[in-house]
């Protein structure tokens, strides 16, 4: 059993910075790979960022790639996500997810290979 507590989020203008934290509880942390996901009204959860169980390998969504940076400290049992150059269409409701089944060692892309999930935060950015 894994429980993610996810803080940050709000609201913040074009061209801003906001970052994200996913604190996890329960499995050894340093033991799976950590995605963060979003949401928008209307859409599918789309995966926009993972980074491998050690932090030494990392995938970014072509939307965000060279705003957004994931990372993690397997010490504090924490996965964050530096948000910058932030834009209108980066409001969504953020997930972070833990992939703790089966073989853990890659990088994950789909929703359903993720099967723990934080309780969302609200990132609006106004125009």
């Known amino acids: 059993q894994v429980l993610l507590v996810q803080s940050g989020g709000g609201l913040v203008q074009t061209g801003g910075s906001l970052r994200l934290s996913c604190a996890a509880s329960?499995?050894?942390?340093?033991?799976?790979?950590m995605g963060w996901f979003r949401q928008a009204p209307g859409k599918e959860r789309e995966l926009i960022a993972v980074i491998s169980w050690r932090g030494g390998r990392t995938y970014y969504a072509d939307s965000v790639k060279g705003r957004f940076t994931i990372s993690r400290d397997n010490a504090e049992n924490t996965v964050y996500l530096q948000m910058s150059g932030l834009k209108p269409e980066d409001t969504a409701v953020y997930y972070c997810a833990a992939k703790t089944a089966g073989y853990n060692s890659g990088i994950y892309y789909q929703p359903h290979d993720y099967d723990y999930w934080g309780q969302g935060t609200q990132v609006t950015v106004s125009s």
């Open positions: 329960g499995r050894t942390f340093s033991s799976y790979p």
